[in-house]
């Protein structure tokens, strides 16, 4: 690739700069690529687009595009988008490349892919912030930069998977990983549409001139731009085939080196010699190896030299009393009997007595012949207790019987189980039960009523087999009205039904359907409430229209910041508070010693931010944590430090700062400060040179501060533009803004100040300095133009921290737990009891919620407190688990001297974040 960039700046200095176009084919150097022109899908030659010209370019042989006014619609046609999105299916590497000349000030969207005011990926360009934003959804990836300078500048952003490079004016500014992939959201998005200068309809609406605005697919796109930029690293899409590659080879080279193994083993056989060695059976007797014989009705074999015998295996045989001949092995049957139409085995013996034979006579089954001998009956009858008159001869039984003899008290042992016996007049009969079939004595199976159709169940049952019987089940939805018959059950009516709470069920033959109720969605089972605005900043809808807001925010929607700082939070609480410490888990405590309501402990300043705050110790005083972990502010004794005062003037300490005194009897001594020749009077107050604010507090005494936020802000108004210069000395370099908005002022020629309007809800309108909360950013309006940055999150102290679903800041777990917040709804006349989901909650009660059990609400004199468990959500599936932030310790320089010494105030965030309950110090 280095000798490609060489050839492309070999060819520049004959003017050709190395490509050439033939379609969107480009060739670099011998290497092509696929480029489109964005500019080309608007044909500005022949249409007209509101707020958009052509003017003069960088490029002489090209014009440049000219953006301008408060409204513009500029959207490419959708057959370029399908262009752009099946070049991206073929390769992941793509570059956005242009020449920018951007009004000063500006905050616009250079190149948007998105669906409404949600982007898959979007180009923007901070002149207020003077950083490049590369967003997609609702991250914001800021790389401090400052495009927007009304010079042209040469921009190439060039993505590979999750990485980006940034060039402006061929040099490499950024190299960074993504949190996402650029391609694969774009290509995943569907009814995506492409912005030029522009996020969406008067959203960040891009001021100034662009040219040649291209999408190059490929690897090393800012060629085509800068083809004399090195290329030694690849990309990530080529690192990542490579790593394909090498992992081909080397499964390629296992199978090569398993397959080698077995060679290797079968070639190790071969070699071997095997030498055969013969047995002997006897004194006599020698065999060979592999000889088998029989020895002793076992089977032998010789093996190796090794005799080795086994029993040998019998066939199976099926007689009752098999025959093993003389000098054989195994058993043998001997030919079966047929007497009287049944077969008898060999040895099996049939008595008289019990089968019906003319005679009392035994026969016996021998090698196929019957052998029988005859009995007296006198002798093998059992006595008889009726008279000889009434003995019955029973035909073809040895035996007479007497009438009414009970022959199943002895033989109904001999019955099925299943089966019943029935006594007859001279023997007894066994019969199977009622659902069972057989010859009632060695079988009685139960008969399938269901299979054969037997049952008389009715419609809307089923038939369920039965040992003996069968049962009529009802479907679902239908319940038993008899054996046979069932009836459609009402579930909405007997309650059975798992409708939601909101929902309307409504009954039908055999089931029934869920409605979720007029403002809430759902499948009917589950039914949430629906707020027709999205409940901002990790708050949720808990009733049709009413959100619950996180600790710290406030508003209908949530959208509005608590100022925890403001006297009328007298809902803070005071005294000591416990935080984590991530690094050995140990807790440590902050004492409050502090007026009764107030917000940060005594000597530290209340900083507010969006969703919490912190507290910071005042100028002068410095953070100290005691041995037990108690943190408190404390005096700073600025006299210990050397040279604090000049020479003639005696430092004394006084708390939270100190004073530089004349000594006694020096005439000279000034009663003012001086600094660099410069004689201030008593109070006044001026801007050093190292863009520190400075004030004469005493005769000699000087205190100065980096903080210029509150200098500035006097001498250079954002909302009215008037730059002052009353005051002693200049340094209005140091306060940026000023310059910023005198170059705005002079663009805009001096004219009214333009509001801003809301990015979601056009209704709501900003004025010029306004600064509100949306969609996890800080937003701010500026003479009409509306700039959004990534919301200021506190840190979170913990090593599992997560961010749940619709928040915009991790979570420690824990935090909020119990801690109730008040949605100031819901109340009703007599402060007593609270309504939800259309249920009545009296005063005290709390409820989890049915949408998410996560959620609970308390019911507190007709106001509804909810709070999230955050143990609960972290156990869930939807929560993200992200490294968290050590305890994070900030210090502030600040100058204090005459001489420019330094002292430090310290600040320190304590508790977990969003928490009304913690404090930072």
């Known amino acids: 690739m280095f000798c490609i960039a060489l050839v492309l700046l070999l060819q520049c200095l004959f003017g050709s700069c190395g490509y050439t176009f033939k379609g969107e084919t480009l060739s670099v150097g011998g290497q092509e690529f696929v480029q489109v022109d964005l500019f080309d899908s608007l044909h500005l030659h022949n249409s007209t687009y509101q707020g958009v010209k052509l003017g003069k370019g960088v490029r002489s042989l090209g014009p440049g595009v000219v953006f301008s006014g408060d409204f513009r619609d500029v959207i490419i046609s ?45 180009i923007q360009s901070s002149g207020r912030k003077n950083e490049l934003r590369v967003i997609s959804n609702s991250i914001v990836e800021a790389f401090p930069f400052r495009l927007a300078d009304g010079s042209w500048h040469r921009l190439a952003i060039s993505f590979s998977a999750s990485q980006v490079e940034i060039l402006v004016d061929c040099r490499v500014v950024y190299r960074r990983v993504l949190r996402f992939d650029p391609a694969s959201m774009i290509h995943n998005s569907q009814n995506i549409s492409v912005w030029i200068g522009q996020k969406a309809p008067s959203n960040f609406l891009y001021q100034g001139v662009m040219q040649d605005l291209r999408l190059t697919f490929g690897p090393y796109g800012y060629l085509s731009q800068c083809p004399q930029v090195d290329t030694q690293c690849p990309t990530c899409s080529e690192y990542n085939a490579l790593k394909m590659s090498f992992a081909s080879l080397q499964s390629q080279i296992e199978m ?181 079939s057989g010859d009632g004595l060695k079988s009685c199976q139960d008969l399938d009523e269901c299979l054969l159709k037997r049952s008389h169940c009715a419609r809307d049952s089923v038939c369920v087999n039965l040992d003996g019987s069968y049962d009529c089940k009802c479907i679902d939805g239908f319940r038993k009205l008899n054996k046979f018959q069932c009836e459609d059950a009402d579930e909405c009516a007997d309650g059975s039904h798992k409708c939601h709470k909101q929902a309307t069920c409504t009954n039908t033959r055999g089931s029934y359907v869920c409605t979720c109720n007029s403002q809430y969605e759902g499948n009917g ?40 700082c403001s006297s009328s939070s007298s809902s803070l609480p005071t005294g000591n508070q416990n935080i984590n410490n991530n690094n050995n888990g140990n807790n440590q405590t902050m004492s409050g010693d502090s007026a009764e309501g107030a917000v940060c402990p005594k000597f530290a300043i209340c900083v507010n931010k969006p969703g919490w705050h912190l507290c910071q110790c005042k100028e ?74 400075c004030t004469c507090v005493s005769p000699g005494t000087t205190s100065c501060v980096s903080d210029t936020s509150e200098f500035c802000s006097q001498h250079c108004s954002l909302k009215s533009g008037i730059s002052s210069s009353t005051t002693t000395g200049g340094g209005h370099q140091c306060c940026s803004n000023c310059n910023n908005l005198n170059a705005t002022l002079r663009y805009e020629s001096h004219t009214k100040l333009k509001s801003c309007r809301h990015q979601v809800y056009s209704e709501i309108e900003y004025q010029s300095g306004d600064v509100w909360y949306s969609n996890c950013q800080t937003c701010e309006c500026l003479n009409g133009e509306t700039d959004c940055w990534s919301i200021d999150c506190p840190p979170a102290n ?116 969003g928490n009304s309950s913690s404090r930072r110090l």
Request: net charge negative; glycine share 8%; proline share 5%.
């Open 256 to 436: 090569l080196t398993a397959r080698l193994s077995v060679a290797e083993a079968r070639l190790t056989n071969v070699e071997q010699c095997e030498c055969k060695k013969s047995c002997k059976v006897n004194a006599t007797s020698v065999v060979g190896d592999g000889s088998k014989w029989l020895q002793d009705c076992q089977e032998c074999s010789c093996k190796k030299g090794e005799i080795l015998c086994q029993h040998i295996q019998c066939p199976a045989i099926n007689c009752t009393k098999p025959v093993t001949a003389p000098g054989e092995c195994c058993p043998t049957c001997l030919e079966t009997c047929y007497f009287r139409g049944r077969t008898y085995d060999h040895g099996e013996i049939e008595s008289g007595i019990n089968i019906p034979m003319p005679e009392c006579t035994d026969c016996e089954c021998i090698h196929g012949s019957m052998k029988c001998n005859k009995h007296d009956p006198d002798k093998i009858c059992p006595p008889l207790s009726c008279p000889l008159s009434e003995q019955i001869v029973v035909p073809e039984k040895c035996c007479k019987v007497c009438p009414g003899t009970d022959y199943c008290a002895t033989h109904k042992n001999q019955c099925h189980p299943n089966a019943t016996c029935v006594n007859l007049q001279t023997t007894f009969t066994c019969q199977c039960n009622e659902g069972y």
């Open 798 to 913: 913990c090593h599992n921290a997560y961010l749940q679903p619709g928040d915009c800041c991790y979570r420690c777990p824990g935090e909020e737990r119990n801690q109730d917040k008040c949605t100031h709804s819901h109340r009703n006349g007599t402060f007593s009891e609270c309504h939800l989901l259309e249920e009545t909650i009296q005063s005290g009660t709390r409820v989890t919620l049915p949408q998410n059990n996560c959620i609970s609400c308390k019911c507190q004199d007709g106001e509804l407190c909810c709070s999230y468990d955050y143990d609960c959500v972290h156990k869930s599936e939807t929560a993200f688990l992200t490294p968290s932030s050590n305890l994070r310790v900030t210090t502030t320089t600040t100058k204090t001297t005459t001489t420019g010494d330094s002292t430090t105030v310290s600040s320190i965030t304590l508790g977990g974040s």
């Open 78 to 122: 959708s057959e370029w988008v399908d262009r752009i999105r099946g070049h991206l299916e073929e390769v992941n590497d793509f570059t956005i490349s242009a020449s920018v000349k951007q009004n000063p000030n500006n905050v616009g969207t250079l190149l948007a892919f998105s669906r409404g005011l949600i982007s898959a990926l979007e």
């Open 525 to 564: 089972f589950q039914c949430s409430p629906v707020c027709n605005r999205t409940c901002e900043n990790g708050g949720f809808c808990i009733a049709p229209n009413v959100c619950s807001c996180r600790s710290g925010w406030t508003g209908d929607l949530c959208q509005m910041d608590v100022d925890e």
């Open 620 to 693: 002068g005083y410095q953070l100290v944590l005691n041995q037990n972990g108690d943190a408190h502010c404390q005096d700073v004794n600025e006299c210990e430090e050397d040279n604090v005062c000049s020479d003639g003037l005696t430092c004394i300490n006084v708390e939270g700062t100190y004073e530089c005194r004349c000594e006694e009897g020096n005439p000279q001594c000034s009663a003012g400060c001086i600094e660099n020749d410069t004689v201030h009077q008593l109070g006044s107050k001026w801007m050093s040179e190292d863009c520190h604010v």
